[in-house]
């Protein structure tokens, strides 16, 4: 009679008994991927916040652009007397003058006042070039057509010279001339603090039908 044995357990049986592993393998791997994903994340934030630094660093040290050097500013400027002539003036229009001079401003702008050379109680300069002040002169003919222009209450009328504009008052009892270079730009922006000086110190005068518009 044939002897029966008992078989072992075959290697088929295997893999049915090992499949319950699976699924904790992959949520070993699925958890390994999310701490691997949780710690590069803020590395990468780390490098981009640091590029960002970075960049706004290099924003910050670039050197802002130097303005340009205006007719005003550039340097050194010359502080020695200025060169005026200095006719002799009747009584009255000397009176008037040395009125008017004693009221100038320290400045036109920002050009300082400088000393003159002749009649400092008729005449005054600003800056280098000079912007120069001469009370007493004549008053220039002025047609009908011809341009005037008012700035604070004061009537000027204009004449043009190769390297200056020539402003002179028109509408006062002794009339008074601004010399302004042609570097200054626009002469008519010099006038206004020698206007207000003007206004408080010169009489009125009779004035061309042009200024009184």
Known sequence: MDKITDSPVTDSAQPDEAAPERPARDRTTRGAALVATLVALPITVLVGG???????????????????????????????????????????????????????????NDLPQRPVTAGPEQNAAYGDPAVTVACGGAEPAVGETDDVWTVNGVCWYATEQADATVLTTLDRETAVTVRVPRSYGQALQWVPPVSDTIVATVPSGAAPSGCQG
């Not at 205006?70 to 007397?81: D, I, K, N």
């Open 50 to 108: 640091l590029a960002f630094v970075q960049l706004s660093s290099n924003e910050r040290a670039e050197p802002a652009a130097t303005p340009s050097a205006t007719v005003t500013t550039a340097g050194p400027r010359s502080t020695a007397p200025v060169e005026m002539t200095a006719p002799v003036l009747a009584e009255r229009p000397a009176t008037v003058c040395r009125a008017l001079l004693s009221q100038l401003p320290a400045t036109v």
